[in-house]
Nanobody
Framework: QVQLVESGGGLVQPGGSLRLSCAAS????????MGWYRQAPGKERELVAY???????YYVDSVKVRFTIARDNAKNTVYLQMSSLKPEDTAVYYC?????????WGEGTLVTVSS
């Protein structure tokens, strides 16, 4: 089992940047899949990006080039660097880990992009 805690959300103006962090309760070095999802008001939760333990990454088209996912195994933390933020990026962002076919979720952190 692993607990995940997101942080780094907040209010940012369009075009701005934020870095989200996801701190795990134990080592993530053997967790194959770490990802970020988001849920906007009135919409379903969607995958934003994920990284596999071998370094392969995936991004949904709407965030490609603007977002970067990275994991720091030494700190048991996964990051989501977000830049050139748009109002449509407003959502609660969730960290997720898949281990042995069990999916773990954090509580989420709210990102609001507004002027």
């Amino acid at each position: 089992q692993v607990q995940l805690v997101e942080s780094g959300g907040g209010l940012v103006q369009p075009g701005g940047s934020l870095r989200l962090s996801c701190a795990a309760s134990r080592s993530i070095s053997r967790i194959n899949y770490m990802g970020w999802y988001r849920q906007a008001p009135g919409k379903e939760r969607e995958l934003v990006a994920y990284q596999i333990s071998n370094g392969i990454t995936y991004y949904v088209d709407s965030v490609k080039v603007r977002f970067t996912i990275a994991r720091d195994n030494a700190k048991n933390t996964v990051y989501l660097q977000m830049s050139s933020l748009k109002p449509e990026d407003t959502a609660v962002y969730y960290c997720s880990a898949d281990e042995y076919n069990v999916k773990y979720w954090g509580e989420g952190t709210l990102v609001t992009v507004s002027s």
